[in-house]
């Protein structure tokens, strides 16, 4: 067997133990709607260890201002299922665990609690790797248990995706930059119009940085 085809068959959760312990960088974990089941697949991958030392399950809006330091004035304008939360809950699971990147998930798993502004389904993906955090917004269809699983499986995926955003913003502060937030600053991928920002970065920066790679990270578009 090639050494292509056991990459492409390796799991995700082995492939970020792999990448976490060649980077020497720790990873936690703060869960909503998936309830501790991003941190349950992670731990399925053997050396784990090395990398992953706690997680949090803040299911409640009290749990994520007591465990995560969560704003009360995030909670109560925004909701708990918002990208401003998501984006407090992946840098407060750092700085709560101590470690250099964190994956977090809220959102509505159903089958109730779903309005017309945030229908069941959606989920926030948030990650935060050495200080640049990054939200998803993200759309699943399918009973409770499909959401819930269908959202840990795109975290883990956002994760590994959200490293390759630690090059972009290196090569932006390393030049001189007019581009603005999201960019420059945290990056708020909602607010991204992926093909133009894609488009700048290739032209300011032709030899360091690619409208694919750009892509790879901004890309949010609702499902």
Known sequence: MSSDRIMAEEPI????TRILIHRKMT???AESCTGG???GTLVNADGISEVFKESYVTYSNEAKHKLLGVKKE???KYGAVSRQTAAEMAEGAVR????DASVVTTGVAGPGGGTEE???GLVYIGCCVKGCTI???CFYGGDRQGVRHSAVKEALRFYIASFSQI??????????CNLHAPICGKFSLHSVDVAHYAALIQAKFPTNCNAHLAESIFQTRSR
Do not use: Q
Request: a positive charge; aromatic letters at 0%; proline letters at 3%.
């Open 167 to 176: 090059s972009i913003r290196a090569c932006l502060k390393n030049h001189s």
């Open 118 to 120: 945030k229908p069941v």
């Open 13 to 16: 959760e082995k492939k970020i």
């Open 135 to 137: 939200v998803k917004r």
């Open 96 to 99: 709560a665990a101590g470690a």
């Open 74 to 76: 995030t909670l109560e």
């Open 27 to 29: 990873v936690t974990a």
């Open 37 to 39: 089941l991003v941190a």
